[in-house]
């Protein structure tokens, strides 16, 4: 019913930039969070920063500074600008939305969470 999509990983040197960008697709009212977690090899899961629909934001503190998140509400997209990376940041970045309302008559379905598949970051020292 809820597709995410990312997009925007890949290889960087330190120091580099990359931009994520994470679209949700389906018969979609409104979502009430969206944002990013990663994981890195032999580690737990750990939000990264993510944004309600209101603008309201939590980031990880060891990105503060660096990592930026965005959101297009109309076009249920959320993005992560990542600036001066580095080596510690690579993982397996995956978005996540949550509180999603689909469309309906009388109000559509709930639904708690939504992930997408992952995508690589990969910042070489």
């Known amino acids: 019913q809820v597709r995410l999509v990312e997009s925007g990983g890949g290889l960087v040197q330190a120091g580099g930039s990359l931009r994520l960008s994470c679209a949700a697709s389906?018969?979609?009212?409104?979502?009430?969070?969206m944002g990013w977690y990663r994981q890195a090899p032999e580690r737990q899961r750990e939000l990264v920063a993510r944004?309600?629909?209101?603008?309201?934001?939590n980031v990880l503190d060891s990105v503060k500074g660096r990592f930026t998140i965005s959101r297009d509400n109309a076009k249920n997209t959320v993005y992560l600008q990542m600036n001066s990376l580095k080596p510690e940041d690579t993982a397996i970045y995956y978005c996540?939305?949550?509180?999603?309302?689909?469309?309906?008559?009388?109000?559509?379905?709930?639904?708690?969470?939504?992930w997408g598949q992952g995508t690589q970051v990969t910042v070489s020292s």
């Open positions: 389906g018969s979609i009212y409104s979502i009430n969070t």
């Open positions: 996540k939305a949550d509180g999603i309302r689909l469309n309906g008559v009388y109000g559509g379905p709930y639904i708690p969470d939504a």
């Open positions: 944004m309600t629909s209101a603008g309201s934001t």
